[in-house]
């Protein structure tokens, strides 16, 4: 019995990675992407979460990928550079087989090594029994707001959830100067 391996994504994981994000982009409501977006474009957003240090992250079973996780910054403003927002995305032959958990799992724990003080989710069709609000529940993550209405798509309004999880102390210590985001993103004169 094989298991599922839980690695560092690679640009020969791109194929799988956009083909699993097509489907979510055309049939869920987890992404606000109207479109599904192109191999290439993929390969962008790929490169720009590489070049920052980010982890980005497959899930392989007997050499198929069955779904991704990365966490990138959460918005551009230095002081921002203490919170990633993660996100997860698992094939659709493979819900339900707790790839998602393990992808999480193994995300937070890179991001709290990276120095990394928040986690945010945010979650498109934030219903309560939603698989991704339910699944960051069970990893800890806090309720902390909800924009109703915010997204319009299957002929239907949508609200979007934010969670959130403390690493590190959070936001009752100072930041770690050896950590990730101060060596990469510290400002000058700081």
Known sequence: MSTITIRPATAADLD???????????????????EP???AEMGVRF??????????LVAEKDGAVLGYAYAG?????????FIVEDSVY???EAKGQGVG???????????????????????????PDSASVRLHEKLGFRHS????????????????????LSLNGGAS????????????????GD
Not at 102 to 117: C, D, H, N, P, Y
């Open 16 to 34: 799988s990675i956009t083909g699993i994000y097509a489907d979510a982009v055309a049939k869920g409501t987890a992404s606000y992407e109207l």
């Open 37 to 39: 977006p192109s191999r």
């Open 47 to 56: 490169d720009s979460l590489m070049a920052g240090g980010f982890p980005y």
């Open 73 to 81: 910054a959460f918005r551009p403003r230095p002081a921002y550079r």
């Open 90 to 92: 698992v094939a659709p």
């Open 101 to 127: 958990l393990k992808l999480m799992q193994s995300l937070i724990e890179a991001v709290t090594t990276a120095g990394f003080r928040q986690i945010i989710a945010v979650i498109g069709d934030g219903r």
């Open 145 to 164: 707001g909800r924009l109703e209405g915010s997204g319009y798509k299957h002929g239907r309004w949508l609200d979007t959830v934010f969670m959130q």
């Open 173 to 188: 210590a100072p930041p770690d100067p050896s950590s990730l985001p101060e060596r990469k993103f510290r400002l000058r």
